[in-house]
């Protein structure tokens, strides 16, 4: 079936640093790619999205390419600021009706000053 | 901003009792998507909807847990007789037409504690 797997567990970085929280994929149909944000006690926000091979998608300093070849769409930040600290969720879905997305398990990134 | 609606935020029942949560997608979007957070922030999918009609659901709602969305009335999700293991942050998200990838835009969640 389909699958997304991503950076799991914590993540801490000091401010200022690069990031890059990894999601790989499976699946044998064309996909659509999302990362959300969690904020502590707030409603998953949608970060970025991209069905479009090799092509970077940005907001809010973050960016990501979505690389059918490796499966891939990391999340990226070239310096990451204290307000970043939060869950991230690389998510999985496809064209069509009648199909439920899939959600990694989860990357929570904890900023230091 | 997502204008997702969500009641109550929080919800607190013993077990056995029935656990009512309910949803207002934002307007237009025909869509809705319930899911189960856990302690470990990993999700589960539910149940989604298209307008009124069940798309998908996992076997859990089959049973125990009851879920409609009826037209020009708030989506709705019962669990009938709650169970510790149901304690959760339940998650509501819609998706608007006329874009097959789901893109998803959620509410603030109702975290149920049963005791």
């Known amino acids: 079936g389909d699958s997304v797997t991503q950076t799991e567990g914590l993540v801490t970085l000091t401010k200022g640093l690069p990031v890059m929280l990894n999601c790989t994929y499976q699946?044998?149909?064309?996909?659509?790619l999302f990362w959300y944000v969690q904020h502590l006690n707030e409603a998953p926000k949608l970060l970025l999205k991209?069905?479009?091979?090799?092509k970077r998608t940005e907001h809010q300093g973050f960016y990501a390419t979505l690389h059918k070849s490796s499966s891939s769409f990391h999340l990226q930040k070239s310096s990451v600021q204290l307000s970043d600290s939060a869950l991230y969720f690389c998510?999985?879905?496809?064209?069509?009706?009648?199909?439920?997305?899939?959600f990694g398990k989860g990357t929570s990134l904890v900023v230091h000053p | 901003n997502s204008k997702v609606i969500q009641t109550p935020r929080y919800l607190v029942k013993g077990q056995g009792q029935k656990a009512k949560m309910r949803c207002i997608p934002e307007?237009?979007?025909?869509?809705v998507f319930w899911y189960q957070q856990n302690k470990n922030n990993e999700f589960k999918f539910l149940i989604n909807?298209?307008?009124?009609?069940?798309?998908?659901q996992i076997d859990m709602t089959e049973k125990r847990f009851s879920a409609e969305c009826p037209s020009n009335s708030p989506c709705s999700l019962e669990i009938q007789s709650s169970e510790a293991g149901d304690s959760a942050l339940y998650l509501c998200?819609?998706?608007?037409?006329?874009?097959?990838?789901?893109?998803?835009?959620f509410g603030p969640g109702t975290r149920l504690t049963v005791l």
């Open positions: 998200a819609s998706s608007p037409q006329g874009d097959s990838s789901y893109e998803q835009y």
């Open positions: 699946t044998t149909y064309s996909p659509f």
């Open positions: 991209s069905s479009t091979d090799n």
């Open positions: 998510a999985l879905s496809l064209s069509g009706g009648n199909y439920k997305p899939t």
């Open positions: 307007k237009g979007h025909p869509v």
């Open positions: 909807f298209q307008n009124q009609e069940v798309l998908q």
